[in-house]
Nanobody
Framework: VQLQASGGGLVQAGGSLRLSCAAS????????IGWFRQVPGNEREFVAA????????RYADSVKGRFTISKDSAKNAVPLQMNSLKPEDTAVYYC??????????????????WGQGTQVTVSS
């Protein structure tokens, strides 16, 4: 499975962006799709994840109530709607797929296919 993350850009604080993770060479069926972010010099941080089968979701506390992960079966994609963006949301955002157990959905080591990343910059 190859992943393509898109939708990043520059936005003012309080604004919104919609990222998308599209799969090629396979489908998301049976996988969990996660979004992570990374700032240079920091470790990769969990943002949100969704189980394609069943739609169960999990969010980092820092984005709960502001970000929404969903699935688009028609496009074989996983959007991440980001609202009320803050400067501290600035990072490169990556999508990934794996088959983690529920307690490991926030662990990047549980994912084995990764997209190339898309830059999100939130200005104050």
């Amino acid at each position: 499975v190859q992943l393509q993350a898109s939708g990043g850009g520059l936005v003012q604080a309080g604004g919104s962006l919609r990222l998308s993770c599209a799969a090629s060479g396979g489908t998301f069926g049976g996988y969990t799709i996660g979004w992570f972010r990374q700032v240079p010099g920091n470790e990769r941080e969990f943002v949100a994840a969704i189980r394609w089968s069943g739609g169960n979701t999990r969010y980092a506390d820092s984005v709960k109530g502001r970000f929404t992960i969903s699935k688009d079966s028609a496009k074989n994609a996983v959007p991440l709607q980001m609202n009320s963006l803050k400067p501290e949301d600035t990072a490169v955002y990556y999508c990934a797929v794996g088959r983690p157990i529920w307690s490991s959905m926030d662990n990047s080591d549980s994912y084995y296919y990764w997209g190339q990343g898309t830059q999100v910059t939130v200005s104050s």
